[in-house]
């Protein structure tokens, strides 16, 4: 839902092969889990989306902190 609201449609259009994909990493050191957005179809593409697993944000990717 998150990904529809924030441009996703675009992506999907433009994208038709596209395939959802998404991780949750909890990284030592941080406060809450992330969820991470991937399109499989582009294994060398960056994540489409992070999300706090708890509050519902978007934040940066969690492996740049």
Known sequence: RIFAEKEGAQYVASHPSLQLDYRLV??????????SLFDAANPEGSALLHVDAVTGMIVGDPFAR
């Open 26 to 35: 909890h990284l030592q050191g941080q406060p809450n889990p992330v969820w």
